[in-house]
């Protein structure tokens, strides 16, 4: 007991010393206010949102709704391609580049609409009097508890501000208070910069609304009501023009409610005034306790499933900004794991079921003009959003994601019926709320049509985890229409007679000397996604005992698809010919995808195309946007390269000035990742990239520390998830592994391939032999890649493991310890 007693002091002696706030583990904290957008932190819970700045002078609040986009129902196929398509073939295969790219400018691309926008809602802001002069400054975003505070000093007086975005409630909760009666004077306001009626409705309330914008042709149409209440202990409120003045106050509390008349992506039939008064009726009599409490639980559920310890140092002592910019040069192991489990918050705070998927940014947007339009991007960004999602134990949050694909498969079916004379469904490189899936912004970037294609897979990858048939069933339509689309779209191409998509690019790089056109056919990323597709199709139909004559059919154009290519620099190549450029360093790697996300490439069943992929990485270099530099770090992860994937890490970990733009990826102050500008993929892509390190589930075993950095010799992660239903727990000493605990939620075998020996409950275990009879660790078998007379490939060597297999019991835990 005295020991244990000691213990603590000790802990919290050194812990309070620190700052004198204790378990900054999972804290961003500042120790002056956010003056831009980039230093604001992020709250939300999928529906609603806030970037709170902090200020204690004028204290504001961006307020964001996840349906309020610009435009209303609406689609944008160009109704002239099915003219279009036969021409553009024709050029592509006589290799008239140009050609090609002007006629489907002119046939494919939208008309008129290249998507709509996400757009912010406003903000409510609280102006002070009489803390002007203010000292001991602290703001922090306790991601442990998804809550901001801030707290500081004026006349002698301490201020606290407490604010949070309940899950459970959907309101935001601000709470108010000092040490010293009657300290509370401010006025309330809000405020949009797009047409709006703001005012305040009576002493305690302020309404917003307003109307979106109309953009490309599309009529604004989306109607959103705001409302703050303010509740106060002690002084009193009074009207002040559209504000509300608050004055000698003990206590304040605000609840923001928020609704727009969204319904759904073919409907505007909600009554957002009435939504967001009910909303705000049951939250307001609700004590803040009550409310906290509320809202601790349900982020908890999530958050907690996931345990991730690489130590501290020194250098957590300071303030997040800066630690961020000594990141590179200084020990702070603590900083990936605040990355890490930052990545997660987000996740949790902007994608929960009943709301959007996160987009660009999340949920978080100050522009009615965002960069991109804040949409979804689907030729890799939206995909690496959900990347962290299944891995690190927080599957339900895929449910808006699921529910998109849905909307879209069925969206989809005019753009493949009306473009391109095709069966089943089919999008290009972006969609929005409203669910378009035609060509936007231009035949370079926007002729893709496997962004359908790529986000099924997730659908599917998600059975891959949880074993659930039903679950399987549901979304089987939406893959099998998926394929049926490529069933009639695919046609040969002249030379092999390969099935390929024509016409596409591979995102949105141009291959060299094509007289400036990125339109081509029979791209690597494009075969590597069908095949993808079509093999996981037969694999649930199979499952399913479903169209079992559909099976042939996928397999022959499975037979049929161009095989992976190794050029004469020994780079796999990213088009159907040998074109790549060694000094390209372009931030799309998409011909990797087969290497991540991907498992047909590995370095255990195929080292040529292993080989292939890293010659690719070294060529396209490191440095680039913050997303490329976050599919990295899973690349180099998947290339079991752990201190390679940390030099990844530490240059998206560099700090980039949160106003200025420029062309190198980072990380923000407030710690969103840098394109730049803000955009959220790069966090999530990091995360998905950590866990790689440290657990694999794609090369038909579960890979204990696959790449664990020399740095980070003692750790410890728990609940991570993996094909097969399995729950992981890892713990490493001096880079080895001590102790791993496994749960079985489904039974089967359970492989492991572990660094150094281990006991399984003191027993030895067996060597695994042959094929995993754990189904849901198959590896596909890829056809063998065609390799250029000119390239020299290296030899892959990899570090010695242990591969272990024991059968495991459906709801059982093992514990297996180092030997
Ligand atoms: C793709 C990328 C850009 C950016 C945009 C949102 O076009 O090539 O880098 O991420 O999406």
Avoid at 310 to 315: C, M, N, V
Avoid at 572 to 586: S, T, V, Y
Avoid at 643 to 665: C, E, R, W
Wanted: hydrophobic share 35%; net charge neutral; glycine share 8%.
């Amino acid at each position: 007991m005295k020991k244990l007693f000691l213990l603590i002091l000790v802990v919290f002696g050194f812990v309070g010393q620190m700052s004198g706030q204790f378990n900054r583990g999972l804290k961003l904290w500042y120790n002056k206010p956010a003056t831009v957008w980039n230093e604001a932190l992020p709250i939300g819970n999928g529906h609603i949102a806030a970037m709170v700045f902090g200020d204690p002078k004028s204290e504001k609040l961006q307020l964001n709704e996840g349906t309020f986009w610009s435009g209303s129902p609406s689609r944008n196929d160009n109704p002239d391609g099915a003219k279009y398509l036969d021409s553009i073939r024709t050029a592509l295969f006589k290799g008239e580049w140009k050609r090609a790219e002007n006629l489907s400018n002119k046939g494919l691309t939208a008309k008129k609409n290249q998507g709509q926008k996400f757009q912010n809602i406003g903000h409510l802001e609280l102006k002070f009097e009489g803390v002007e002069n203010y000292s001991n400054y602290y703001r922090e975003l306790d991601i442990e508890n998804a809550i901001f505070t801030s707290t500081f000093s004026a006349n002698g007086i301490q201020f606290k501000r407490e604010i949070f975005t309940s899950f459970p409630d959907n309101v935001i909760v601000i709470r108010l208070s000092a040490n010293k009666k009657k300290s509370l004077n401010f006025s309330a306001g809000l405020n949009s910069e797009l047409m709006k009626d703001s005012k305040a409705i009576n002493a305690q309330t302020l309404q917003m609304n307003g109307i979106s914008s109309s953009h490309e042709g599309v009529e604004g149409k989306v109607k959103f009501n705001t409302i703050a209440k303010i509740k106060n202990k002690g002084g009193l409120t009074e009207i002040s023009g559209n504000e509300i003045k608050v004055k000698n106050a003990d206590e304040v509390l605000i609840f923001i409610s928020m609704a727009t008349n969204f319904t759904n992506y073919n409907s505007l039939t909600t009554d957002e005034v009435q939504k967001s008064q009910s909303i705000l009726t049951k939250a307001e009599n609700k004590s803040y306790k009550s409310l906290f409490a509320a809202h601790q639980k349900a982020y908890q559920k999530y958050f907690k499933r996931v345990d991730f310890q690489l130590g501290t140092s020194e250098a957590a002592k300071k303030p997040t900004d800066e630690r961020i910019q000594n990141f590179k040069n200084a020990n702070d192991p603590e900083l990936v794991s605040l990355y890490y489990q930052f990545g997660r918050y987000l996740l949790i705070s902007s994608s929960q079921p009943g709301g959007q998927p996160a987009n660009l940014q999340g949920i978080w947007n100050g522009s009615k003009n965002p960069a991109w339009d804040s949409k979804y991007t689907i030729n890799i960004n939206t995909e690496m959003n959900y990347w962290p999602s299944e891995k690190t134990n927080l599957t339900e949050l895929n449910e808006p994601l699921i529910q998109m694909v849905k909307d879209i498969s069925q969206t989809g079916q005019e753009t493949a019926k009306v473009m391109y004379k095709s069966r089943g469904w089919v999008a290009h490189h972006n969609t929005d709320l409203w669910r378009i899936t035609g060509v936007v912004d231009f035949a370079n970037a926007g002729q893709w049509p496997l962004g359908g294609a790529w986000l099924s897979q997730h659908l599917y990858d998600k059975y891959l985890y949880n074993g659930d048939t039903e679950y399987l069933k549901s979304v089987y339509p939406v893959l099998k229409s998926a394929c049926q689309f490529f069933e009639d779209f695919l046609v040969p191409e002249p030379e092999h007679g390969w099935l390929v998509v024509a016409p596409s690019n591979s995102p949105e790089n141009y291959p060299p000397n094509h007289q400036g056109s990125a339109i081509t056919y029979g791209n690597t990323m494009d075969n590597q996604i069908l095949f993808d597709l079509f093999t996981k199709t037969l694999h649930a139909a199979e499952v399913l005992k479903l169209d079992q004559d559909k099976i042939s059919v996928w397999k022959n154009i499975i037979s049929k698809l161009p095989p992976m290519q190794i050029g004469r620099y020994g780079q796999l190549q990213e088009w159907i010919g040998d074109w790549d450029n060694p000094d390209d360093n372009h931030r799309h790697v998409s011909h990797l995808y087969g290497a991540f996300p991907s498992n047909q490439i590995n370095a255990y069943t195929t080292p040529e195309l292993f080989d292939a992929t890293r010659t690719v990485l070294e060529h396209r270099g490191d440095v680039s946007t913050g997303w490329s530099m976050g599919w990295k770090v899973n690349l180099w992860a998947k290339l079991l390269d752990g201190n390679h994937a940390f030099k990844l890490i530490k240059d998206q970990l560099t700090l980039v000035d949160p106003v200025k733009s420029g062309d190198q990826g980072g990380t923000y102050p407030n710690m969103f990742d840098a394109h730049p500008p803000f955009q959220i993929d790069g966090n999530f892509g990091c995360t998905s990239g950590i866990t790689e390190m440290l657990l694999q589930t794609q090369s038909g075993a579960i890979d204990i520390l696959p790449a664990l950095p020399d740095d980070w010799k003692n750790g410890k992660i728990s609940g991570l998830r993996t094909y097969g239903g399995f729950e992981v727990d890892i713990v490493w000493e001096n880079n080895k592994a001590k102790k791993i605990r496994i749960k079985s939620n489904l039974g089967g075998n359970a492989r492991l391939r572990i660094p150094n020996q281990m006991l399984l409950e003191k027993e030895n275990l067996a060597l695994a032999q042959g094929k995993n009879s754990n189904p849901f660790f198959e590896i596909p078998e890829i056809k063998k890649p065609l390799i250029s007379s000119s390239a020299k490939l290296n030899e892959v060597i990899v570090k010695k493991t242990y591969m272990y297999d024991f059968p495991t019991e459906k709801g059982k835990t093992y514990i297996l310890k180092i030997k």
